[in-house]
């Protein structure tokens, strides 16, 4: 018994399924890109570091509570 | 021979170009054209990538609510010879296919654009979606005979949801720039409604030259022009606006004038003894209406700096 059985949908269905697969990987680099430029627009980078919901007092500036 | 036949379109597989074909991309292109003005001409400068997740979020979520649309109205789709070869009334692409891409993308593009830029952009381009899909397609389409005028607010949106996605805020700059879409709409949708013998009739649809006839649509015409006048002018004098722009808005608003007159005083006779001459020549001079005065604010704001920016 093959272990991979090739049915006549995914023949038909190729195009269409590589597109979508393709628009997939697009918007996810669409967001690793937007996370990126976000993150460089930052005066400072350390900020991002309170989004992470760890306690980092070093990092935190005064009357925060961090 | 048999009288059985197959009908091709039924079976076929659909393919990706059918579901972009829902998102009504020629809409979409105008929809880009005026979001990318609105964002363009905002005081604050923006990331350029930041600026073109923006303008694709609006992108699609104006296709989004395009899809959702031809859902809703399939059954009069394919009643009406113009709309019969959309995706779902040629039998390519399933009703409930359409809904959940049209859903998909709406909750898509609504987040994402609030993650690229801010709340207030994100807020008013879920409203646009609802707009049209809701208010404008499910409830007022096909109950009044103002459903252009209506509709027409859902197409007024993206440049102040671009201007929003910069300054996180609706001003009167951006409201001026929905205002001209938004009264731009009717006179441009109506000359294109005399001339075409469209058959909204049969489908049900109430629009103005079935409801009220051709010689009230021919008044309707003039009188929103010249309600679109003060608003196209009047961005002139904010920070959007400069000489330049006022030039060109003056000249475009004297020369749009000038033809909703024509097709005011002429009767259905003349129109029908040039074949429509005037009224398809107002309708293109209304795309260039439109096209010219995004322009000029796109050249003032280019210009912004210099002694021709501003006043």
């Given at each position: 018994m093959a272990l991979k059985v090739e049915h006549e949908l995914h023949r038909r269905r190729i195009g269409r399924n590589a597109g979508v697969g393709l628009l997939l990987v697009g918007l996810v680099v669409l967001i690793l890109l937007l996370t990126v430029v976000k993150v460089q627009q930052l005066?400072?980078?350390?900020?991002?570091?309170?989004?992470?919901?760890?306690?980092?007092p070093a990092l935190a500036t005064e009357g925060t509570g961090q | 021979m048999s009288d059985v036949t197959l009908d091709n379109s039924q079976t076929r597989e659909a393919g990706l170009g059918d579901y972009f074909a829902l998102l009504k991309p020629r809409v979409m292109s105008l929809v880009v054209f005026t979001a990318l003005v609105g964002l363009l001409v905002a005081p604050i400068p923006v990331h350029p990538y930041i600026g073109f997740v923006a303008v694709l979020c609006i992108a699609v979520g104006a296709g989004a609510s395009g899809a959702l649309n031809m859902w809703w109205d399939a059954d009069i789709d394919r009643i009406m010879k113009r709309t019969q070869s959309r995706p779902i009334p040629a039998g390519k692409v399933a009703e409930g296919e359409a809904l959940a891409l049209g859903l998909t993308l709406s909750v898509f593009s609504v987040i994402l654009l609030w993650l690229a830029t801010n709340a207030v952009a994100a807020a008013l381009l879920a409203f646009t979606i609802f707009f049209y899909a809701?208010?404008?397609?499910?409830?007022?389409k096909r109950s009044t005979p103002q459903n252009i005028v209506i509709g027409g607010a859902a197409g007024a949106f993206p440049p102040m949801v671009g201007w929003a996605a910069v300054t996180g805020d609706v001003t009167v700059e951006s409201f001026l720039m929905f205002a001209i879409i938004f009264m731009w709409t009717p006179p441009h949708f109506w000359a294109l409604a005399l001339f075409m013998k469209d058959d909204y009739k049969d489908a049900g649809v109430p629009m103005l030259t079935v409801t009220h006839g051709r010689k009230s649509t021919r008044k309707h015409i003039l009188v929103y022009t010249i309600l679109l006048i003060p608003f196209a002018i009047g961005a002139?004098?904010?920070?959007?606006?400069g000489p330049i722009y006022l030039v060109v808005s003056v000249v475009l608003n004297l020369w749009f004038l000038k033809g909703a007159w024509d097709i005011f005083k002429r009767d259905e006779t003349a129109a029908e003894a040039d074949e429509y001459a005037v009224e398809k020549r107002v309708f293109k001079i209304s795309l260039f209406y439109l096209f010219l005065h995004f322009g000029a604010l796109l050249v003032q704001a280019a210009l912004r700096g210099t002694t021709l920016g501003a006043w």
């Open positions: 005066d400072n980078p350390a900020q991002m570091e309170r989004f992470d919901h760890v306690v980092r | 809701v208010v404008y397609s499910m409830w007022l002139a004098f904010t920070s959007i606006g």
